[in-house]
């Protein structure tokens, strides 16, 4: 059972975890909402932590100011949408639809929600078509296609063919959510991560690896959106 603990001034909280497989103390700051965590081995001390968190407060404070802060989505906002811009706009329609750079969303109280329908609409739609597409290139099928939003991952196929995405997958550019699509598909082949798996990623994407730089450096900046 892990607890809390606190060094420096202004104060940084941090999460001590023991791990039976750690073999070092490991230093995490997420990148998703800040939130320190230190992971120790079982023989490590407490006071060993301290020490090395204390050695690491200047780090620990860099890497948080670097943090970006949650956004909640309004009218006027402006979000991102398939490698472009949205501006959100009130509009005397019945339906949240793009007109230009423009997403016109009816003047409710409550237009977080439209907003965050309209993108899981549009995530699924373009998310079913490029799996499609990957599956018939690959001669396979999928059984469903589900989307959540997970911060842990991006996308899965489980062993009985069920492909699931983060609708997030819509706010990144549309050759991101692709490779995104292609992984997922090429699971339906290999159900794991050999060099075999990745050789089927690459017949699908041969210039993958730029795709999946861009979600490792820039894809929590989806999840600073919210929608309330």
């Given at each position: 059972?892990?607890?809390?603990?606190?060094?420096?001034?202004?104060?940084?909280?941090?999460?001590?975890?023991?791990?039976?497989?750690?073999?070092?103390?490991?230093?995490?700051?997420?990148?998703?909402?800040?939130?320190?965590?230190?992971?120790?081995?079982?023989?490590?001390?407490?006071r060993e932590a301290m020490g090395f968190l204390t050695g690491r407060e200047r780090?620990?404070?860099?890497?948080?100011?670097?943090?970006?802060?949650?956004?909640?989505?309004?009218?006027?906002?402006?979000?991102?949408?398939?490698?472009?811009?949205?501006?959100?706009?009130?509009?005397?329609?019945?339906?949240?639809?793009?007109?230009?750079?423009?997403?016109?969303?009816?003047?409710?109280?409550?237009?977080?929600?439209?907003?965050?329908?309209?993108?899981?609409?549009?995530?699924?739609?373009?998310?079913?078509?490029?799996?499609?597409?990957?599956?018939?290139?690959?001669?396979?099928?999928?059984?469903?296609?589900?989307l959540r939003d997970t911060r842990s991952r991006w996308g899965s196929c489980s062993s009985k063919g069920?492909?699931?995405?983060?609708?997030?997958?819509?706010?990144?550019?549309?050759?991101?959510?692709?490779?995104?699509?292609?992984?997922?598909?090429?699971?339906?082949?290999?159900?794991?991560?050999?060099?075999?798996?990745?050789?089927?990623?690459?017949?699908?994407?041969?210039?993958?690896?730029?795709?999946?730089?861009?979600?490792?450096?820039?894809?929590?900046?989806?999840?600073?959106?919210?929608?309330?």
């Amino acid at each position: 059972m892990g607890r809390q603990v606190t060094i420096g001034n202004p104060p940084i909280t941090v999460d001590l975890r023991r791990s039976q497989r750690a073999k070092r103390l490991s230093l995490r700051v997420s990148r998703l909402d800040g939130r320190v965590s230190l992971t120790m081995p079982q023989g490590a001390s407490e006071r060993e932590a301290m020490g090395f968190l204390t050695g690491r407060e200047r780090w620990l404070r860099d890497h948080l100011s670097q943090v970006a802060s949650p956004h909640t989505v309004r009218l006027g906002s402006v979000i991102p949408f398939r490698g472009g811009q949205l501006s959100v706009a009130p509009a005397a329609v019945r339906r949240t639809r793009c007109d230009g750079d423009k997403l016109l969303v009816p003047a409710d109280e409550n237009p977080g929600a439209r907003i965050k329908a309209f993108l899981r609409l549009a995530a699924r739609d373009v998310l079913a078509a490029r799996s499609d597409a990957y599956a018939a290139a690959l001669g396979v099928s999928y059984t469903r296609l589900s989307l959540r939003d997970t911060r842990s991952r991006w996308g899965s196929c489980s062993s009985k063919g069920v492909l699931m995405y983060s609708w997030r997958l819509i706010m990144a550019p549309p050759e991101v959510l692709d490779y995104v699509a292609a992984h997922e598909v090429a699971h339906l082949v290999e159900m794991n991560h050999s060099s075999a798996f990745w050789a089927v990623v690459a017949k699908l994407m041969p210039e993958y690896q730029s795709r999946r730089n861009w979600l490792r450096d820039h894809g929590d900046q989806l999840h600073r959106f919210q929608f309330v």
